[in-house]
């Protein structure tokens, strides 16, 4: 079971010094494909805080929400649909339908 609120908060804290990975499956973040391989659940991770704190990151339709800075940025209209997919190194944009691109920001 995934932490969440100050437990997740304290475990955070608790291994500051870990790789993010690490962090990331410490705090219990991560599942199992079909294939047997572990698969890290970054999103969630970083989205358990803000939920916590009352965050609503989806529409009434399931959708997550995208701040107006960030649509500005990547030149998006209010009506654009695409998946966002993280990497340990990278953030890649998908848009619906179409091919991966990789987004003008690094992840940290």
């Known amino acids: 079971m995934p932490l969440s ?3 997740l908060h304290a475990k955070a804290r608790e ?3 870990v790789s993010k990975s690490d962090l990331v499956r ?3 973040y991560m599942s199992t494909k079909k294939d047997g391989a572990e698969r890290l659940n970054y999103t969630a991770y ?3 805080p803000l939920e916590a704190k009352g965050v609503n990151l989806r529409d009434g339709k399931g959708n997550r929400l995208v701040d ?3 649509t500005a ?3 998006l209209e209010p009506s654009d649909e695409f998946k966002i ?3 340990r190194k990278q953030i890649k944009r998908i848009p619906a339908g179409g091919e991966e691109e990789r987004g003008p920001w690094p992840s940290s």
Request: proline share 0%.
């Open 5 to 7: 609120g100050s437990e």
């Open 15 to 17: 291994l500051s010094d």
């Open 26 to 28: 410490s705090c219990g």
């Open 46 to 48: 970083y989205q358990a």
């Open 68 to 70: 107006k800075a960030y």
């Open 73 to 75: 940025i990547l030149g």
């Open 85 to 87: 997919k993280l990497d």
